[in-house]
């Protein structure tokens, strides 16, 4: 069943993962109107457990997220399933389309809809996505200990991926693949550390009883792996947000692309902010957590500044049809009648 969703809140949030939820927990405890439309379509999904959270180490994904549903909800904040399409600016606030039709308005926005991973053309990369074909050390170096570990180089940051990943295991293998060649700064790091180069493309992984035992090499050779980690381009899912002038641009990093905004999560467009993976590619689910309160709370502290300037205006000037329509708002509410 789709879930209703009322005509306008304070806040709506476009993403369900860490970053959306705790920014609504925040917005919910603050007395806030607030809605999290979520895809359900959370990046971590296909890993088994969360990690380096504190107090929630190991937990499902999706067992994390059923929490923070229930916490939001908890506080008076809904939560409803869909896809956001298409945001546009009305009058003060903002008007929300889902692809289904339905629509809400929102005097601020909270976008936490985070990025896809947008792996490398080599056939049963994506089957073993989350499992034994990696991305971040910090997220699953602790499970590949003392594996034989390779890297798939793609781009800029392989070498420093490569060397993250040797703080792991002594056997870790840089292939080359399809990066740039290796300067001799970076040949020389590698050597030091004992990471053996592979040079040429790799084709395929060879995987056997639902586990990876190798990588195979476009001719044909095949080096004994047990885990490969693979520096995945991040794409941003924010296209809904063209209407209002907002796009995803290019990090600094060379990983992908993100929305910019400052440190609250405040972006160019006023009135939206962005938190977790939708800005900092890098940002694990702790992070994102405390990025998406930290924008809530600004958030909240702007509504407050707003509503401040309205209850001046309307205290010099009690008898303003502006302030007439306020108090036939608070006072009828959906009763109200008249001109």
């Known amino acids: 069943m789709t879930e209703q969703i009322r005509d306008g809140y304070d806040v709506v949030v476009i993403g369900g993962g860490a970053a959306g939820l705790s920014g609504a927990l925040m917005l919910a405890r603050a007395r806030r109107s607030v809605v999290v439309i979520d895809a359900g379509a959370p990046r971590n999904a296909p890993a088994e457990g969360v990690h380096g959270l504190l107090a929630r180490e190991g937990m499902p994904p999706a067992e994390l997220l059923a929490r923070g549903r229930a916490e939001v909800r908890g506080y008076g904040g809904q939560v409803a399933s869909g896809q956001v399409a298409e945001v546009r600016?009305?009058?003060?606030?903002?008007?929300?389309?889902?692809?289904?039709?339905?629509?809400?308005?929102?005097?601020?926005?909270?976008?936490?809809t985070g990025l896809v991973d947008e792996l490398p053309d080599v056939a049963g990369l994506r089957e073993r996505w989350g499992r034994d074909v990696l991305h971040c050390p910090y997220c699953h170096g602790w499970e590949i200990r003392?594996?034989?570990?390779?890297?798939l180089?793609?781009?800029?940051?392989?070498?420093?991926?490569?060397l993250l990943f040797r703080?792991?295991?002594?056997?870790?293998?840089?292939?080359?693949?399809?990066a740039p060649p290796l300067g001799a700064e970076q040949a020389e790091q590698l050597a030091a550390r004992g990471v053996r180069v592979v040079p040429g493309e790799v084709a395929s992984l060879a995987v056997v009883?639902?586990?990876?035992?190798?990588?195979?090499?476009?001719?044909g050779t095949l080096v004994h792996r047990e885990a490969l980690a693979v520096?995945?381009?991040?794409?941003v899912r924010a296209d809904f947000l063209a209407p209002l002038g907002l796009r995803a641009v290019e990090h600094?990093?060379?990983?992908?692309?993100?929305?910019?905004?400052?440190?609250?999560?405040?972006?160019?467009?006023?009135?939206?902010?962005?938190?977790?993976?939708?800005?900092?590619?890098?940002?694990?689910?702790?992070?994102?957590?405390?990025a998406?309160?930290?924008?809530?709370?600004?958030?909240n502290g702007d509504l407050v500044n707003e509503e401040t300037r309205q209850a001046v205006a309307a205290r010099r000037e009690p008898f303003s049809p502006a302030a007439e329509a306020r108090v036939s708002e608070l006072v009828a509410g959906d009763r109200r009648h008249g001109l």
């Open 89 to 112: 600016r009305d009058g003060d606030g903002f008007l929300v389309t889902l692809a289904d039709g339905r629509r809400t308005r929102a005097r601020r926005l909270l976008v936490t």
């Open 146 to 151: 003392d594996r034989a570990i390779g890297v």
């Open 153 to 162: 180089a793609t781009g800029p940051m392989s070498v420093h991926q490569t």
């Open 167 to 178: 703080q792991w295991s002594d056997d870790v293998t840089y292939f080359a693949h399809t």
């Open 209 to 219: 009883e639902d586990r990876l035992v190798g990588v195979r090499l476009s001719d």
């Open 231 to 235: 520096a995945a381009r991040m794409v």
């Open 252 to 290: 600094p990093s060379g990983m992908g692309g993100h929305v910019p905004a400052d440190a609250g999560g405040r972006t160019e467009v006023p009135g939206v902010w962005v938190a977790g993976n939708v800005t900092d590619p890098a940002a694990q689910v702790g992070a994102a957590a405390a």
């Open 292 to 299: 998406g309160a930290l924008a809530a709370a600004q958030i």
